[in-house]
């Protein structure tokens, strides 16, 4: 039997949108419970209710032993539960539980990428066209499979600058393995004199300016009243969308206000929005000024995304491999609809 580890983060909402699909009912992912009796708190990565029965769900993105089972079904008993699916790419063995248990095999279609990024059509604005030709951004990509010992396994740019879509579909295409597609391609919000260097800690680097950037996570925004749910018709939570677009208007009505004309959105491809300022270039004084304002204007963004140039977000125009979804240009933000996105599976 071959070990295979996925990207946990990938895995797990990649199997969350499968098993709501199969129940044809929605999820409540990363619950937090707490035991009434110790004050101990667990983490759940999913709750489904079927016919008015809940199922804890546990998900791993490796290969379980019987050990680890074991382990899982304790952990689960001692916070009171009778059931629990366990999703896994494969178990060594199966175990018997006074708790009812069922044991879900699952494997990421990675073959849907790898057809997306063989066909991938890349479209952006003039004005992101024009960041791209700089040759100045640094790329990055998530692979879908990982080492047994690590995390997540991210593989760097290998040409030195890409400045077209032709040397980004290369990239993909034809230095990325076959077997291990990539479920994010990241680029730097700055630009930089050596593109290919901000992968590696331990050189310096040299910014050579950053746009305006704004990251709206509509899960940041809502997680503190209640938990995502993925719903089996999107696959992706609705809440997420629906206060990220809210938010996401507030943003440009306030930019807008200071004046920026040079506005760019793109939908994330999951759970949110990212906008783009190309009017000018702003110091770090000038952002936190802005940041501050938007704090009193209870405008949520992610602040880390605006104020260190080092950050990297999801590229416009690839496919968010958590979702299906790809991320794509928002012309008119009042008109977004869900239903106008391109959904691979």
């Not at 050990?67 to 916070?79: G, N, P, R």
């Not at 790419?89 to 699952?106: A, L, T």
């Not at 012309?331 to 691979?344: A, G, R, T, V």
Request: charged share 30%; net charge positive; aromatic share 12%.
């Amino acid at each position: 039997m071959e070990e295979i580890y996925y990207d946990p983060n990938f895995y797990e909402f990649r199997a969350l949108v499968e098993i709501a699909k199969m129940f044809k009912t929605p999820i409540q992912i990363n619950v937090n419970l707490k035991d009434p009796s110790s004050k101990e708190q667990i983490e759940i990565d999913g709750l489904i209710n079927i016919k008015e029965k809940e199922w804890p769900i546990e998900i791993k993105s490796y290969p379980l032993s019987e050990t680890q089972i074991k382990l899982i079904i304790d952990k689960y008993k001692h916070f009171g539960f009778k059931r629990l699916k366990i999703v896994a790419p494969n178990f060594v063995d199966k175990i018997k539980s006074e708790i009812d248990i069922e044991y879900i095999e699952f494997h990421p279609n990675l073959s849907l990428i790898r057809e997306f990024y063989k066909n991938w059509k890349i479209h952006l604005s003039p004005r992101l066209e024009e960041e791209l030709y700089t040759g100045k951004h640094h790329f990055r990509y998530k692979l879908a499979k990982r080492a047994k010992n690590s995390i997540a396994r991210f593989i760097n740019q290998t040409d030195k600058c890409i400045k077209t879509e032709k040397d980004l579909i290369k990239e993909i295409n034809y230095r990325i393995p076959l077997n291990n597609p990539p479920v994010r391609i990241y680029w730097s919000t700055a630009r930089w004199l050596s593109p290919k260097d901000l992968y590696f800690k331990n050189l310096k680097q040299y910014c050579l300016g950053q746009p305006l950037v704004f990251d709206i996570d509509g899960s940041l925004i809502h997680k503190a009243l209640f938990s995502c749910i993925i719903s089996p018709k999107t696959g992706l939570c609705n809440y997420c969308i629906e206060f990220a677009l809210l938010h996401t208007k507030r943003l440009i009505k306030f930019l807008k206000n200071l004046g920026f004309r040079e506005i760019e959105i793109v939908f994330s491809g999951r759970q949110g929005f990212h906008v783009y300022v190309f009017d000018k270039l702003l110091g770090i004084a000038q952002r936190v000024r802005i940041i501050k304002e938007l704090r009193k204007r209870k405008i949520k963004i992610d602040e880390l995304i605006t104020l260190d140039k080092k950050s990297i977000i999801t590229f416009p125009s690839s496919l968010h491999g958590y979702s299906m979804y790809q991320t794509k240009i928002i012309k008119k933000i009042d008109n977004f609809s869900l239903n106008d996105l391109e959904k691979i599976c």
